[in-house]
């Protein structure tokens, strides 16, 4: 059995310091490749077309690895492979190959012509959005820090699926009377706001308030509590300040708090006072003595909205808040094709899908699809013949996921039940009831 040299040790470190790195993967493989280690190879390419379904380079680095012919059609990899000595190809566990070499071209062009289109819609064609609601974490470009503000984007209210109760509370608690400044004057309503988004996590609360800043066509800007804390006495304190400074300057601008728990947990459970006068700052901020907030829409975010000091959510603060649950039917349907997109896949019965994941978070649909990816490049690996994602992937992978917003339901029922002062649950408790969780 071959041993790998101290140039492969060295590139496998270099490709789990950056495993997402596709190209200096496929250099990887063809180190191992022309060791002989062609197992190795194998699953090196692999894992790069997991990355990049539609990268021409790694299948054909895949085909050679198994003892294949390489298409004629395809161009070289994007990794030029240095001149050698040619050498036999390494022994393949039997597997059943195609007889004539596979042509990806050609099979390409045969399913297109036999499945038109890749989804199977059965009736009307639907009318779900093409960008969808997108997976806290999975389909945004990454949040800012304290210092960063994104510039006003293209990302609003049409492009989430779905949710169509949601939009609507946000258009008439919210967004209305942002858009119509000078009705506002009339009325002496400022142009600032507040807003508390709560539910599960995984369901999109970051990509509606992108949505939202998009709607007002108002800079955009995320902070955390690692944007904020610090270890010196009084950093906190002023970190905060210099973010709502920053909003300010920037005005229009969408400030958006995410998990606000942290950033604004109760004081009367706190034993460090250091936690308590960022706390006490981030109340001070928000009261913008003399107009400072003008044209700064705050909008906040949490799982656990019962931790959150009731000082934030007083009237002229986050006195607005929005229950965010799992993505209905149409918004399911929107997030399923997004992540089924750029997938090789065919037959697929999108609203047979939407049936059996109901439930499901965005972040659990996003799973899903990776899932089913993952079962059909595994069975191409085994076999030695490249085959599409079907139904029959989909829907396993759909058995093994367990929605993972049941444990915070769990939590949510008992304070929804005995701790809904003021009615603020009023919303949750009435989707239990509905969904028959009480």
Same mark, same amino acid.
């Given at each position: 059995?071959?041993?790998?040299?101290?140039?492969?040790?060295?590139?496998?470190?270099?490709?789990?310091?950056?495993?997402?790195? #596709?190209?200096?993967?496929?250099?990887?493989?063809?180190?191992?490749?022309?060791?002989?280690?062609?197992?190795?190879?194998?699953?090196?390419?692999?894992?790069?077309?997991?990355?990049?379904?539609?990268?021409?380079?790694?299948?054909?680095?895949?085909?050679?690895?198994?003892?294949?012919?390489?298409?004629?059609?395809?161009?070289?990899?994007?990794?030029?492979?240095?001149?050698?000595?040619?050498?036999?190809?390494?022994?393949?566990?039997?597997?059943?190959?195609?007889?004539?070499?596979?042509?990806?071209?050609?099979?390409?062009?045969?399913?297109?012509?036999?499945?038109?289109?890749?989804?199977?819609?059965?009736?009307?064609?639907?009318?779900?959005?093409?960008?969808?609601?997108?997976?806290?974490?999975?389909?945004?470009?990454?949040?800012?820090?304290?210092?960063?503000?994104?510039?006003?984007?293209?990302?609003?209210?049409?492009?989430?699926?779905?949710?169509?109760?949601?939009?609507?509370?946000?258009?008439?608690?919210?967004?209305?009377?942002?858009r119509n400044p000078e009705l506002g004057r009339l009325y002496g309503k400022s142009l600032r706001g507040g807003l508390l988004m709560y539910g599960p996590?995984?369901?999109?609360?970051?990509?509606?308030?992108?949505?939202?800043?998009?709607?007002?066509?108002?800079?955009?800007?995320?902070?955390?509590?690692?944007?904020?804390?610090?270890?010196?006495?009084?950093?906190?304190?002023?970190?905060?300040?210099?973010?709502?400074?920053?909003?300010?300057r920037q005005a229009p601008c969408v400030l958006f708090l995410d998990e606000v728990d942290a950033l604004g947990a109760k004081r009367s459970r706190m034993?460090?006072?250091?936690?308590?006068?960022?706390?006490?700052?981030?109340?001070?901020?928000?009261?913008?003595?003399?107009?400072?907030?003008?044209?700064?829409? #705050?909008?906040?975010?949490?799982?656990?909205?019962?931790?959150?000091?009731?000082?934030?959510?007083?009237?002229?603060?986050?006195?607005?808040?929005?229950?965010?649950?799992?993505?209905?039917?149409?918004?399911?349907?929107?997030?399923?094709?997004?992540?089924?997109?750029?997938?090789?896949?065919?037959?697929?019965?999108?609203?047979?899908?939407?049936?059996?994941?109901?439930?499901?978070?965005?972040?659990?649909?996003?799973?899903?699809?990776?899932?089913?990816?993952?079962?059909?490049?595994?069975?191409?690996?085994?076999?030695?013949? #490249?085959?599409?994602?079907?139904?029959?992937?989909?829907?396993?992978?759909?058995?093994?996921?367990?929605?993972?917003?049941?444990?915070?339901?769990?939590?949510?029922?008992?304070?929804?039940?005995?701790?809904?002062?003021?009615?603020?649950?009023?919303?949750?408790?009435?989707?239990?009831?509905?969904?028959?969780?009480?």
């Amino acid at each position: 059995m071959s041993t790998e040299s101290p140039l492969i040790q060295s590139m496998r470190t270099a490709v789990a310091a950056a495993p997402t790195d #596709v190209p200096l993967r496929l250099h990887l493989a063809e180190l191992l490749l022309g060791e002989g280690l062609s197992e190795a190879a194998v699953a090196e390419a692999a894992v790069a077309l997991q990355h990049a379904p539609g990268d021409m380079g790694a299948r054909t680095l895949m085909m050679r690895a198994m003892g294949l012919p390489a298409p004629a059609a395809e161009q070289p990899g994007p990794i030029p492979e240095k001149p050698r000595a040619q050498e036999p190809a390494p022994e393949v566990p039997a597997a059943p190959a195609p007889p004539t070499g596979f042509d990806w071209a050609a099979a390409e062009n045969e399913v297109a012509d036999a499945v038109p289109p890749r989804f199977v819609t059965p009736g009307p064609t639907s009318t779900a959005p093409e960008a969808p609601l997108a997976a806290d974490g999975g389909g945004d470009p990454g949040d800012a820090t304290a210092w960063e503000v994104d510039t006003p984007g293209t990302v609003t209210l049409a492009d989430v699926g779905g949710m169509e109760e949601i939009k609507e509370r946000l258009e008439a608690a919210f967004l209305a009377p942002m858009r119509n400044p000078e009705l506002g004057r009339l009325y002496g309503k400022s142009l600032r706001g507040g807003l508390l988004m709560y539910g599960p996590p995984g369901c999109g609360k970051t990509f509606i308030a992108r949505a939202v800043a998009g709607e007002l066509g108002a800079s955009f800007m995320s902070v955390s509590i690692n944007d904020v804390l610090d270890m010196w006495m009084g950093n906190s304190e002023r970190n905060m300040h210099e973010v709502f400074e920053t909003a300010r300057r920037q005005a229009p601008c969408v400030l958006f708090l995410d998990e606000v728990d942290a950033l604004g947990a109760k004081r009367s459970r706190m034993q460090h006072g250091g936690m308590r006068n960022t706390v006490n700052q981030l109340l001070t901020e928000l009261d913008g003595v003399g107009g400072a907030n003008e044209g700064v829409f #705050v909008l906040a975010a949490t799982n656990v909205p019962w931790d959150v000091d009731i000082a934030l959510r007083r009237p002229g603060r986050l006195d607005r808040t929005l229950l965010v649950l799992p993505p209905d039917a149409p918004a399911r349907e929107a997030i399923l094709r997004y992540h089924l997109r750029d997938r090789p896949i065919e037959s697929v019965d999108l609203g047979k899908l939407v049936k059996v994941t109901e439930d499901l978070s965005g972040a659990d649909l996003a799973h899903l699809c990776e899932s089913a990816s993952e079962r059909a490049l595994l069975d191409s690996t085994r076999t030695g013949v #490249v085959r599409m994602i079907n139904m029959k992937d989909l829907l396993g992978a759909a058995k093994e996921i367990r929605p993972s917003t049941d444990p915070w339901f769990a939590s949510a029922r008992n304070v929804a039940m005995f701790a809904n002062e003021g009615g603020m649950y009023d919303e949750l408790l009435a989707y239990l009831k509905r969904k028959r969780k009480l």
